[in-house]
């Protein structure tokens, strides 16, 4: 246990619906990472907030979004949901952004029809 | 695009065997870390190597890192049914501090 928690576990939607999907970090950490992971794949950096500022993002469109709050729990929110945004959606939590290990939670199933 | 590859897809061992997976990368790291995934949930955090590091261990497990060839292997000793699940590489590039993964390698472990 990472002490890293998401919800939901899984999450059905439709072409165009949108998702916002919850993770709360360890105690203590106040950066959080969000990764998405095809199947069969790694996972891909979306971005990452510290001190709920967005300070960092991969290579995916503006349609994904995310916050952080001041209890350092985030969400995910994506947008004009795409068939491809089917994956597992894992966040990851640190003491801060220097800090080399990060701790992921059990992450989000998410599935687009 | 992935910064690292693993190296076999998948590998298949009776346990009390040696397992060993490579990884590939393609620029300068500050580090490298192994994690593994079980059945397609979270990840957890095996062992962290340096970019000044040669080689590490931590219980059952042995990195090496070779920073000319832009190479690591993990070798995971006396394998257990346990040890079955994906795992990967992921490396903290120069300039950077998210995760670039790789493409995993899935290893079962025959009792």
């Known amino acids: 246990e990472t002490g890293v928690t998401q919800s939901p576990t899984h999450l059905i939607k439709t072409r165009g619906q949108q998702v916002t999907l919850r993770c709360s970090s360890q105690s203590g950490h106040n950066t959080v990472s969000w990764y998405q992971q095809a199947l069969g794949q790694g996972p891909q950096f979306i971005f990452q907030y510290y001190r709920e500022e967005e300070n960092g993002r991969g290579n995916f469109p503006p349609r994904f979004s995310g916050l952080q709050f001041p209890n350092y729990s985030s969400e995910l929110n994506v947008n004009a949901l795409e068939l491809d945004d089917s994956a597992l959606y894992l966040c990851?939590?640190?003491?801060?952004?220097?800090?080399?290990?990060?701790?992921f939670g059990p992450g989000t199933r998410l599935t687009v029809l | 695009s992935q910064q690292g590859e693993e190296d076999p897809q998948a590998l298949s061992i009776q346990e009390g065997e040696n397992a060993t997976m490579n990884c590939s990368y393609k620029?300068?790291?500050?580090?490298l870390q192994w994690y593994r995934q079980n059945s397609g949930r979270g990840l957890v955090h095996l062992i962290l190597i340096r970019s000044n590091e040669r080689e590490k261990h931590s219980g059952r497990l042995r990195v090496t890192l070779d920073t000319s060839k832009k190479s690591s292997s993990l070798l995971i000793t006396a394998s257990r049914a346990a040890d079955t699940a994906s795992y990967f590489c992921a490396t903290v590039i120069t300039g950077a501090n998210n995760l670039f993964f790789g493409t995993g390698t899935r290893l079962t472990v025959i009792p």
């Open positions: 990851a939590s640190r003491f801060d952004t220097v800090t080399d290990t990060q701790y």
């Open positions: 620029t300068s790291i500050n580090n």
